[in-house]
């Protein structure tokens, strides 16, 4: 088994480098590489960064993170990085994952989508304090807001139209969804 493939704890993944600039996730103590991000990926995670991080400039210790360490549950071999989240806890010297995490934000693209589905929104679903997860397509106006009801029960809300307007309770703070998609070339909705 190569270096790159062997099994590892979180303390050992977050020392080791494989002497690029690829970045990567520990899932089930394997490091696996993420998929680079491409202009319109980049442009939205951009926006709903600034948007969230303007409503929370007057109510610190909360921040918005990008590219957020997020630990899995009773977990000390899975880390992954989300494109953001949002938490209260204060930033510690040294902190790699984002303690308490309310909101988690995913861009999603062809590349992503389905590891972000099928592997990543079970384990964000997992962890006690996420109030809401957003998944927001780069390629075509498509927002999933999942809200937590209770312990047990999630709520999905989707926004599809231009005037839409995504609103996180957790924070709280409303964004009009042409605001998160602003200088992004939509591409035909596949859907149609």
């Given at each position: 088994?190569?270096?790159a493939?062997?099994?590892?704890?979180?303390?050992?993944?977050?020392?080791?480098?494989?002497?690029?600039?690829?970045?990567?996730?520990?899932?089930?103590?394997?490091?696996?590489?993420?998929?680079?991000?491409?202009?319109?990926?980049?442009i939205?995670?951009?926006?709903?960064?600034?948007e969230?991080?303007?409503?929370?400039?007057?109510?610190?210790?909360?921040?918005?993170?990008?590219?957020?360490?997020?630990?899995?549950?009773?977990?000390?071999?899975?880390?992954?990085?989300?494109?953001?989240?949002?938490?209260?806890?204060?930033?510690?010297?040294g902190?790699?994952?984002?303690?308490?995490?309310l909101?988690?934000?995913?861009?999603?693209?062809?590349?992503?989508?389905?590891?972000?589905?099928?592997?990543?929104?079970?384990?964000?679903?997992?962890?006690?304090s996420?109030?809401?997860?957003?998944?927001?397509?780069?390629?075509?106006l498509?927002?999933?807001?999942?809200?937590?009801?209770?312990?047990?029960?999630?709520?999905?809300?989707?926004?599809?139209?231009?005037?839409?307007?995504?609103?996180?309770?957790?924070?709280?703070?409303?964004?009009?969804?042409?605001?998160?998609?602003?200088?992004?070339?939509?591409?035909?909705?596949?859907?149609?």
């Amino acid at each position: 088994m190569s270096e790159a493939f062997k099994r590892m704890t979180l303390d050992e993944f977050l020392v080791w480098s494989d002497g690029t600039d690829t970045r990567y996730e520990l899932i089930d103590g394997v490091p696996v590489a993420m998929a680079p991000s491409y202009g319109a990926h980049q442009i939205v995670a951009g926006n709903i960064a600034i948007e969230i991080g303007s409503a929370l400039r007057n109510r610190p210790p909360c921040h918005v993170r990008s590219e957020a360490g997020i630990l899995k549950p009773n977990s000390f071999r899975s880390y992954f990085q989300a494109d953001l989240a949002v938490t209260c806890s204060p930033h510690r010297h040294g902190q790699y994952d984002t303690p308490n995490p309310l909101v988690i934000v995913e861009v999603l693209s062809r590349s992503t989508e389905e590891h972000d589905r099928r592997v990543k929104l079970p384990v964000y679903r997992s962890i006690p304090s996420v109030r809401e997860i957003l998944l927001v397509h780069s390629d075509v106006l498509f927002v999933e807001l999942h809200r937590r009801l209770d312990d047990s029960r999630w709520q999905c809300d989707l926004l599809v139209e231009p005037e839409a307007v995504l609103r996180l309770d957790s924070i709280p703070v409303e964004i009009p969804l042409a605001a998160l998609y602003a200088n992004v070339d939509l591409g035909p909705d596949p859907q149609a």
